[in-house]
Nanobody, 123 residues
Framework: DVQLVESGGGSVQTGGSLRLSCAASTYTGSINCVGWFRQAPGKEREGVAS????????VYADSVKGRFTISRDNTKNTVYLQMNSLKPDDTAMYYCATGVYCANVLSPSEYDTWGQGTQVTVS
């Protein structure tokens, strides 16, 4: 089974940057997309960005377009989320996840393997 480990979270001031990493034990051929999600206290988990494992196409939530960039390093089995111009509304626990069918890539229901999360706090 794939295991995911997120890292890179922390506390930053408004306008700051962080880069999150999602390291996978393996990205098997059955995994078609890797997504980043976030969940703030009292709110539903929401999709932030997704990248296909094949062609590398990306999708972003409107709330992060132009500020966040998802990328991958296949040699390291790692997907990154570069977050710039951070705002207090970006404060949440951030999770990465892998999916197979990937029809609606920003929907948590499309993903079946999840990491433990990394906290991002913007003040």
């Amino acid at each position: 089974d794939v295991q995911l480990v997120e890292s890179g979270g922390g506390s930053v001031q408004t306008g700051g940057s962080l880069r999150l990493s999602c390291a996978a034990s393996t990205y098997t051929g059955s995994i078609n997309c890797v997504g980043w999600f976030r969940q703030a206290p009292g709110k539903e988990r929401e999709g932030v960005a997704s990248i296909s494992t094949g062609g590398g196409s990306t999708v972003y939530a409107d709330s992060v377009k132009g500020r966040f960039t998802i990328s991958r390093d296949n040699t390291k089995n790692t997907v990154y989320l570069q977050m710039n111009s951070l705002k207090p509304d970006d404060t949440a626990m951030y999770y990465c996840a892998t999916g197979v069918y990937c029809a609606n890539v920003l929907s948590p229901s499309e993903y079946d393997t999840w990491g433990q999360g990394t906290q991002v706090t913007v003040s």
